[in-house]
């Protein structure tokens, strides 16, 4: 019981991690027809370590190699190591808090990967969030969200930038608990300073996608007691907003087409999603040295491998869903070698060994595109759904600057 506590480790992680030991161990058993097989084997890892991996990912084919017995040691080998790094994620805390800012030279803090042109980097990621904000029709006395804000640049923007119209709400998502008190207090030093009538400010820490736990019983918008206060939950507290954007982080939402369904069903008709995001260029035959660089950065970058789509697959996702008016401005020129040259001129060895990543993703068909789509006026509003299977219902850390 002490090692919990000290450990930070619930009884629902002990009882997951419980279940994939004996689950790989099972498997184990009935692959090599063995009832009692040895336990510290390379074959039980890696079934071990697929079993723990949090999604699928274009390289899982590969750990299969380890699986074979008659396999050369060196494929069991390369098998098992990809196997172990598909997994490590899931026993990590969140990859992003703070170290961003020391990409910063000023007060700001962004960690967008910028727009470039004119400046440094901080006046090309302010560029970006501007290009995005542009093209989500933010207008004067507007509801707005903001998902994946990091420590709120993006959100001053609407406070305090004198080419962004005022809102009268401003809502913001962020998965990450430092990151959303960060800019639940800078945002409150700024609102403070506004004059006359000030936003209304409600800022949510969370998943972008609105989601119960497994098996949550959830009965009249309700989980355990406690109201869905998500943005994005279907009967959410929340009016429905005007714009909704997303800065260069959309391509870690897992699936991003949920989000897609979920922002469209809480915009308001009329109303637009903008993001600045990444597609890939998926031609119908390429270099095995490509498709293996670039499901090696998706997995690196916490991108799932349901995300690694094509342009026309992606404009395809939201046209579908019921978008229309779906403009797109690739800027991928603009975006990758800026973000990689500012990274090779930092002192820390981890951004200068990051920098030919960048590159490395761009080469292997990461493109980088600005982003928006409306949802037609006339849309009904969302359906009240409380009956039957509960769809995409959501339930998050909440708390409300």
């Known amino acids: 019981m002490p090692a919990r506590y000290i450990l930070g480790i619930r009884d629902n992680v002990l009882l997951a991690a419980s279940a994939r030991l004996v689950l790989a161990y099972a498997l184990f058993a009935l692959l090599s027809n063995d009832p009692r097989p040895a336990l510290f084997s390379l074959r039980y890892l890696t079934l071990l370590a697929l079993l723990s991996a949090p999604a699928f990912s ?10 074979f017995p008659s396999a050369p040691l060196s494929a069991r080998l390369l098998g098992a190591t990809i196997s172990a790094l598909l997994s490590w994620r899931r026993y990590l805390p969140e990859p992003y808090g703070l170290f961003h800012v020391e990409l910063n030279e ?3 803090e ?33 509801k707005v969200l903001d998902v994946g804000h990091g420590t709120g640049d993006s959100l001053l923007l609407h406070l305090s930038h004198p080419t962004v119209p005022r809102p009268s709400l401003l809502a913001g998502i962020t998965s990450v608990p ?33 989601r119960p736990p497994s098996f949550a019983p959830v009965i009249w918008g309700h989980w355990e007691g406690k109201s869905h206060e998500h943005p994005l939950y279907w009967d959410s507290s929340f009016p429905l907003f005007d714009s909704i954007l997303s800065i260069d982080s959309a391509f870690h ?22 993001l600045g995001d990444v597609c890939f260029h998926l031609p119908p035959t390429i270099g095995l040295g490509q498709a293996l660089t670039r499901a090696a950065i998706a997995a690196l970058m916490d991108v799932p491998a349901v995300n690694i789509i094509s342009l026309p ?7 579908r869903i019921g978008f229309a008016d779906v403009q797109v401005e690739e800027v991928t020129e603009r975006v990758f070698p800026g973000c990689a040259a500012h990274l090779a001129r930092q002192r820390g060895v981890a951004w200068k060994a990051f920098a030919p990543v960048i590159r490395l993703w761009m080469w292997a068909g990461a ?35």
């Open 58 to 67: 274009l390289l899982h084919p590969l750990t299969l190699l380890a699986l």
């Open 178 to 210: 430092i990151q959303h008190a960060r800019a639940s207090s800078r945002c409150l030093r700024d609102l403070e300073k506004l004059p006359g009538v000030r936003p209304t400010l409600k800022l949510f820490c969370g998943d972008a996608i609105s």
């Open 110 to 142: 962004w960690m967008n990967m910028g727009l470039s042109g004119e400046g440094g980097f901080e006046r090309a990621a302010e560029r970006m969030a501007l290009r995005v904000i542009e093209a989500g029709r933010c207008r004067p006395g507007g």
């Open 367 to 401: 493109r980088f595109v600005i982003v928006s789509a409306r949802k037609p006026a006339g849309m009904a509003l969302p359906a009240e759904r409380r009956t039957g299977k509960q769809e995409e219902l959501g339930v998050g850390m909440e708390d409300e600057a």
């Open 106 to 108: 000023r007060e700001a």
């Open 253 to 274: 939402y897992e699936p991003r087409e949920r989000f897609f369904q979920q922002a469209f069903r809480r915009l308001a008709p009329g109303g637009m999603l903008a």
């Open 313 to 319: 697959q992606y404009v395809n996702q939201l046209q």
